[in-house]
């Protein structure tokens, strides 16, 4: 391996992107519009309003401008903790003794630990230029709440999170970040909304599901003045926002005359993935340059690899509106796979088109392999990966081995999307044995699937 | 404030430090010696030899070499995670509207979350160039012993760590990451070591302290072949290594050409303070500069602004040499503080001595000022900053608020020693307003001096 290229490659300030890049232009097949769930109608921009954020839902709906200008505002926030480097894994490719070259594009050296806080302090930065009071959101985990109050904590704006309830009471340490970044955090369901009211009272000590929260997100954006909604993940904004990952990584690559074959992400709503791929991606539309693009996802909660292409509820409470992607069915309850930022029934719709129209492939990983590949990643590298990133640290692994069998001298680029220091009781099960792999059977995808709505 | 500067001012690697500076080697008043607890006499390096690995023996004696070349594996291994970033603090300096420009030397992007690995690294390669099979360590809150496990990790060394029982039931996270990197953790006291057993017949139930937490790894060092016991501060050796933030910080500041008008770290064994200062001090003690240096410590913990500078053991269970320096005594139980990293009843020698000679000076700040500003930093800066650093950032915001007050447009550099990621408990008993200040009284202390050593 030649150690002339640094173990980091780090952009200057300015060599730093300032305009964020939008897929969709250089499709020829457009991902599928969103649908009014009453109408089955694409909702129009003035549907989206009263939830989302003006600025936020022209991005979301603009599927031929190429480049959309990073407000300077936005840019100085990103200085604060990007750059982030591109990794050469020398350590990891001497421990797997493969010919191949492995780069990886480490997004947790932040509070947030993940790649979220890109979109997060964009929509914030609209939210507060539209004169709003404060933003409402929904997490699970903690990852992406983390990230939107460290956002609105830098512009002043008011963030009110509602966490799963059993998130709320078993992961504390992320409730105590978000209340330092000063949001409030509310355990879902809650008694201050109608929505919150009413499960309680249908299943009282129930400890809550993403889908209420969501919907408790909704309704208190919708029905408090100068509040909207906003969301991390599976949105095209979100892609949007996210493509600076994959643009540092083309520079920086670029700055050291190196073209990938393969580049690997993990995937669970997409934003990780959308962000990675997408200047690579576009080369690869524009027919200039050709790479091998692989999303992995968890064995748990397969939507790519055992979905269904087609028109589905974004959440569980069925009062979004439908995106056609690839689904397990929005009935669809993964099973409690430590990767939470994964447990999604749905996919990006951008990257659901892709995928059909055959400009990525994907696999699935069980849960275990993730974390022996985890480990061995620490070990080595340092860096105690998120068992999200893990799964795109397996794949990476496993296309390495291939290249030490067959002799290749492949170049592999993979996104390392954050830190697991909040992750440590599944670390915890894996050494001590008491890690499962959980995979759905075929009959209860295929009892999901029967549930997709008639569009 | 110009803009010229960039956020963050990172050193090529090329431009990294290839060797540790000696602060001692320029000092006309040398640290005292260490003495031999019986006898009373300075410590032969053949003395220390079975507890220390040898080279490492040999930098803690040597008060005359000005520079020791860092190993060309460290360097690689340093390449991982350094050259750290020295960061302008503009969105804090925009926060306090203050004419003073403000860095900070950030040291928590590793997987340790802190500056001890700089250290750990360069005490694992001694070992294992010794050939050496393992080495024994204590840890208290587990910064120390996260790092020593990713250092052994990285050589393939075993790693015993005794981590005091409280943290161990407590702090089951660092324990986890701990094991992640393969070490094996023992809570201490525990029934592997004679005094382990001793201690535990005599008190059932105890959950330990680091006193014996020390004693327990010490024995097994000097008892196990092919084993040696490594500390993580206090020592000369220690101090010489982590200068590498010095040294980089230094180069950063003269990449920009920016001279600082004072330097302050956080102290409690003084590890970090030790090595971010080592070059400004060296050109202090060379009178070729002059630079404010500023230690802060914990008011429930001063051992600059209220200790003895007197010879006292360095450990609780006084089977230790005798090092001269500013003490509390080792008897001085300090009281439940949060940043456990500062709660050690003594100060590296080499600090003493300087503190003693005038070149340095020492303040003391309360636990609740220091979450305050640790807060505030977070919400600005987006670092969660370890309460241990934030006793560095509270001065920093103090030094900052004067300039506000005389007009002057002072250069303050800071150490941001790592990330509070793991003291979340901290934070949130400061959100709930659950957070006591604790001060010794002067009959506690004057308590617990009257036994030092008679030397």
Not at 34 to 52: C, I, S, W
Not at 271 to 285: D, Q, R, T, V, Y
Request: one cysteine or more; aromatic letters at 10%.
């Amino acid at each position: 391996m030649s150690q002339e290229i640094p173990y980091k490659i780090y952009l200057t300030e300015e060599e730093m992107p300032t305009a964020w890049y939008n897929m969709r232009a250089d499709m020829k097949n457009k991902p599928a519009p969103l649908l009014n769930p009453g109408t089955h109608q694409p909702m129009a921009a003035e549907e989206l309003y009263p939830v989302f954020c003006e600025e936020l839902v022209k991005q979301e709906l603009d599927d031929t401008t190429k480049f959309f200008e990073i407000p300077e505002e936005i840019r100085n926030f990103y200085k604060m903790y990007r750059p982030s480097p591109l990794v050469r894994a020398y350590c990891l490719e001497k421990k797997l003794d493969t010919p191949a070259k492995i780069y990886y594009k480490f997004e947790g050296n932040n509070t947030s630990g993940s790649h979220k806080l890109n979109s997060a302090i964009a929509q914030a930065y609209y939210a507060k230029k539209q004169g709003l009071k404060g933003v409402t959101t929904e997490t699970g985990a903690g990852q992406w709440g983390t990230a939107l109050s460290m956002a609105c904590s830098y512009f002043d704006l008011d963030c009110k999170v509602y966490m799963v309830k059993v998130s709320y009471e078993q992961k504390p340490f992320r409730r105590e970040v978000m209340r330092t970044y000063g949001a409030s955090v509310t355990p879902s369901p809650s008694e201050t909304t109608n929505v919150g009211r009413k499960i309680l009272a249908a299943h009282p000590g129930t400890t809550g599901s993403l889908g209420c929260a969501i919907s408790e997100a909704v309704e208190v954006a919708v029905s408090t003045p100068g509040y909207r909604y906003v969301l991390g993940s599976v949105l095209n904004q979100v892609l949007l926002h996210q493509s600076v990952i994959g643009l540092e990584t083309k520079a920086a690559l670029d700055k050291i005359g190196v073209k990938p074959d393969m580049i690997i992400g993990c995937a669970g709503g997409g934003s990780n993935l959308g962000g990675l791929i997408a200047p690579f991606m576009g080369e690869k539309l524009r027919g200039e340059a050709d790479y091998r693009i692989i999303a992995v996802e968890p064995a748990s909660c397969p939507s790519f690899t055992r979905g269904k292409y087609a028109y589905d509820f974004c959440d569980t409470g069925m009062v979004c509106p439908l995106a056609k992607m690839y689904t397990l069915g929005s009935d669809f309850i993964p099973a409690p796979n430590h990767a939470g930022g994964l447990r999604y029934h749905g996919m990006s719709s951008t990257l659901s088109q892709l995928y059909d129209d055959g400009f990525m492939e994907a696999r699935s990983v069980k849960q275990t392999d993730v974390f022996e590949a985890a480990e061995m990643f620490a070990r080595v590298e340092g860096i105690l990966p998120a068992p999200e990133s893990s799964h795109a640290i397996r794949a990476a692994i496993d296309e390495a081995m291939k290249c030490k069998e067959t002799g290749e001298e492949k170049t592999i680029v993979f996104g390392l999307t954050g830190t697991g220091y909040f992750d440590l009781v599944a670390y915890e099960k894996f050494h001590n044995g008491e890690m499962s792999d959980y995979i759905p059977t075929d009959e209860e995808l295929a009892a999901s699937l029967s549930k997709l709505p008639k569009v």
